[in-house]
């Protein structure tokens, strides 16, 4: 990864030569030259000739050139558990897996529940990467009182969530969507009845008891997706469902968005590359929250990714070390690190068998998350700040936790051959060469 310090100036030109550029909100997908001046757009054409020759070239055929990646949904950690992750080993992360933009859960220790915590995790900003917090919607994420949201979100929060647990007082969703409707900000609902999932460690079926561990039903999710849908209704308020895992969700969004409902929802790439069987052999790397579902429940939430009712793809990248994570499968906590897989495994498991377009893959990645977060971007226009990624479609490469950026290890896919790696970033106009890792 390129240090900090060496990073270029955004002064001065660069010019990304013969690269697909699919830019979905400008209907874009073809061959063109993009020149960036002073870190901005300049130009998008099918040919632009080097104004001069101090100029730096990238040529990028062969390569899709595509609004800056961002993730909606990760786990930095920091404060409180630095040895598992950090803003700034996150970032890193990031830029390697090409994504421009992370979102990062408030679940730290302490929680992110103040302005003074959103302060903190803004002022660790780096190059690489744009963080952005999500703010705690109760206080010390306890389910007993709202936070100061308010606050946070006047001091750069750009949406709120209880996430790793539900909100489970429908009265405090219910307020929670109600007051940030005057901040036109999101609640993001990490969807489980807890009296349902009943400390379940994977997806209830023949497989958990033939395994003999104790299963979580699709309900657990489903059934509060379809409670927040209502407080959504009646209060106006915009929310955002996370982690979509089972088809019974996926409905209920899909009913939800026809009844005109201010509901957006997100998928992660385990859900589209694996199922329950991952755990066969007690691998407690493949124990997440919501778990692993049948391979039905995967084929509809792929099915609700083509027809709009999921908008967008997030990691969940959720670091854990090595000591906590290898373990006996009960003991073990959910979770497993997602940003430098997220671009292949999507590519792999939706692009290349042509379930999606590049076009929507990019959409979900880029446009969708950022909309729904109001961050700005997910296009490229002449005299905005250039904010790029660049992927090789066709580069083949094995996962290999060891050469991870990120400071824990945790992902059930090492060794698993992908598709589709990133390149290169561009970030507010700085070039960020973090895809290459040989």
């Known amino acids: 990864m390129t240090d900090k310090r060496q990073l270029p100036s955004a002064k001065g030109q660069l010019l990304l030569k013969g690269g697909r550029v699919i830019d979905p909100l400008n209907k874009r997908d073809g061959v063109f030259d993009i020149l960036i001046e002073d870190g901005m757009v300049k130009e998008v054409s099918g040919h632009i000739a080097s104004p001069h020759s101090g100029i730096e070239i990238i040529e990028a055929k062969g390569l899709i050139v595509a609004p800056g990646l961002c993730d909606m949904h990760v786990h930095l950690r920091e404060p409180g558990r630095e040895d598992e992750e950090t803003v ?12 421009t933009a992370v979102a990062c859960m408030p679940n730290t220790q302490p929680a992110c529940d103040n302005q003074g915590i959103v302060r903190l995790i803004k002022s660790r900003q780096t190059p690489w990467c ?10 010390n994420l306890a389910d007993e009182e709202l936070a100061e949201m308010g606050d946070m979100r006047l001091s750069g929060a750009v949406a709120f969530s209880n996430d790793g647990r539900p909100v489970a007082s429908a009265n405090l969703m219910r307020r929670a969507l109600d007051y940030l409707r005057m901040f036109d900000a999101p ?5 489980e009845d807890l009296q349902l999932s009943a400390d379940g460690l994977m997806n209830e079926g023949p497989l958990a008891t033939r395994l003999g561990l104790r299963g979580i039903p699709n309900a657990a999710e489903a059934s509060m997706a379809y409670r927040d849908c209502q407080l959504a209704a ?23 968005k026809r009844r005109g409902i201010r509901v957006t929802a997100e998928t992660c790439p385990h859900y589209l590359a694996l199922t329950e069987e991952a755990v066969i052999g007690y691998r407690e790397m493949a124990r997440v929250n919501p778990p692993l ?16 009712t999921i908008d967008a793809i997030a990691s969940d990248h959720a670091p854990h070390s090595a000591e906590e994570k290898e373990v006996e499968f009960d003991q073990a906590p959910c979770g497993m690190v997602g940003l430098e897989t997220a671009l292949g495994l999507c590519w792999t498991n939706l692009v290349v068998p042509g379930l999606l377009t590049p076009s929507q893959l990019v959409e979900k990645l880029s446009a969708s998350p950022r909309a729904i977060l109001g961050i700005g971007g997910g296009a490229i226009e002449t005299g905005r700040a250039a904010d790029l990624t660049v992927f090789d479609p066709e580069r083949r490469w094995t996962v290999e936790p060891a050469r991870f950026r990120s400071k824990s290890r945790n992902t059930p896919f090492a060794g698993m051959e992908l598709a ?18 040989d």
């Open 234 to 256: 009646l209060t106006g308020g915009r929310l955002h469902i996370a982690h979509v895992s089972c088809a019974e969700t996926v409905e209920v969004v899909r009913q939800a």
């Open 130 to 139: 744009a963080v952005h917090p999500v703010g705690a919607v109760t206080k």
């Open 187 to 191: 609640v993001i609902s990490h969807c």
């Open 293 to 308: 579902r049948t391979a039905a429940d995967r084929a509809a939430v792929i099915d609700g990714l083509r027809d709009g």
């Open 88 to 99: 700034e080993s996150g970032s890193q992360a990031a830029a390697a897996g090409g994504f």
């Open 420 to 437: 589709g790696r990133a390149v290169l970033t561009v970030v507010n106009g700085l070039l960020v060469r973090a895809g290459d890792l």
